[in-house]
């Protein structure tokens, strides 16, 4: 008779490690760069959504295997792309996220800060 392997709950730190995998590196890589490019002097970062998505549909356009599969906005988040806060989390970052609500007009946006360090 063959054994049936036996599977263990997933932590909450395997959770985010294998997150971090299904998030391609070039989208990392561009929130880094729109991390790095909108600093300011007391650390704190406002990267705006629908630029951030733009960006990320440019360069999949521009990749082999991802330009026939993100060819829109919306393939960004059905892949749940943006869902990075816990992954920056991980990093140092204090990540907020706000939208709009009905009658606001700013446009949607990330906000990471840095973590302070408790003494």
């Known amino acids: 008779m063959k054994s049936i392997e036996q599977s263990r709950p997933i932590t909450p730190q395997d ?3 294998a997150k971090l995998g299904r998030i391609p590196a070039f989208v990392i890589n561009i929130i880094n760069e729109m991390i790095i ?3 300011s002097e007391n650390g704190v970062t406002v990267v705006d959504q629908g630029a951030l998505v733009d960006r990320i549909v ?3 356009s521009e990749h082999d295997t991802l330009k026939d599969i993100i060819t ?3 393939d960004v988040f059905k892949r749940k792309w943006l869902d ?3 992954l920056y989390a991980d990093a140092g970052w204090v ?3 706000n939208k709009p609500s009905i009658g606001d007009s700013f446009p949607a946006h990330f906000t990471f800060s840095p973590k302070q360090e408790r003494t």
């Open 72 to 74: 829109c906005r919306e």
């Open 84 to 86: 990075v806060e816990q």
């Open 15 to 17: 959770a985010s490690k």
């Open 95 to 97: 990540v907020g996220y």
């Open 58 to 60: 440019t360069a999949a």
């Open 37 to 39: 490019e909108n600093l």
